[in-house]
């Protein structure tokens, strides 16, 4: 497994932005692709954005299109994600993952929150 270090979450004014980090260590970070997944209180836990090993290809819920970008260092063994135009209902606890075979996330960060207020 990989080992994450989520960062960069906290307290937004709606419109406003964050950045969030994920720092890997462990298995090779440049092998696998790599998720943000978010939780709210009383939710399941939902897939935001996927990146592919090489950054080539991404993915992003219909939710978050146009406001959120996923990219990724391969040099600095992170992945970012950088949240624009905030909503209230972005509010939850964001969890980065690794998916060494491309679609099945194995390890999982500990979570950073993002609070958006109106």
């Known amino acids: 497994q990989v080992q994450l270090v989520e960062s960069g979450g906290g307290l937004v004014q709606a419109g406003g932005s964050l950045r969030l980090s994920c720092a890997a260590s462990g298995r090779t970070f440049n092998r696998q692709a790599m998720g943000w997944f978010r939780q709210a209180p009383g939710k399941e836990r939902e897939f935001v954005a996927a990146?592919?090993?090489?950054?080539?290809?991404?993915y992003y819920a219909d939710s978050v299109k146009g406001r959120f970008t996923i990219s990724r260092d391969n040099a600095k063994n992170t992945v970012y994600l950088q949240m624009n135009s905030l909503k209230p209902e972005d509010t939850a606890v964001y969890y980065c993952a690794a998916a060494p075979d491309g679609s099945t996330y194995d390890s999982w960060g500990q979570g950073t929150q993002v609070t958006v207020s109106s």
């Open positions: 990146i592919s090993w090489s950054g080539g290809n991404t």
